[in-house]
């Protein structure tokens, strides 16, 4: 799988999971949220991808991803902060968004 590849599954895998959350709130919000997810995928994916392929030779497996999923929750945080979100349910978000996503990359292993 190409980096690309993973990048569209990503957001094929949290987008809509950004967008039930962001229904609770309404359309509007949902909206928002969906693109931020969106948004927050594009920008974080490339780094955590070479950052994963960079270290997961020199630190293995588990550490690597522990960093690199860290990295991209923290990193898509702000833009669902952006989105209408407080900082706690922002940080929720982005974790269950990205949490779907590693789940389903795991199984696809």
């Known amino acids: 799988?190409?980096?690309v590849d993973a990048m569209l599954l990503s957001i094929a895998m949290e987008?809509?999971?950004a967008l039930l959350i962001g229904l609770t709130?309404?359309?509007?919000?949902?909206?928002?949220?969906a693109c931020a997810a969106a948004l927050g995928t594009?920008?974080?994916?490339p780094l955590v991808w070479?950052?994963?392929t960079g270290l997961m030779p020199v630190i293995g497996y588990v550490p690597t991803v522990s960093i690199v999923e860290a990295?991209?929750?923290l990193?898509?945080?702000?833009l669902y902060m952006l989105a209408g979100w407080s900082a706690r349910w922002a940080l929720a978000?982005?974790?269950?968004?990205?949490?779907?996503?590693?789940?389903?990359g795991l199984y696809l292993l």
């Open 1 to 3: 799988m190409t980096q």
């Open 15 to 17: 987008v809509p999971v």
């Open 25 to 33: 709130q309404g359309v509007r919000m949902a909206f928002a949220t």
């Open 42 to 45: 594009m920008l974080t994916h």
């Open 50 to 52: 070479h950052g994963a």
């Open 71 to 73: 990295f991209a929750v």
């Open 75 to 78: 990193g898509e945080w702000p």
């Open 93 to 104: 978000g982005s974790l269950l968004s990205n949490g779907v996503s590693f789940v389903v």
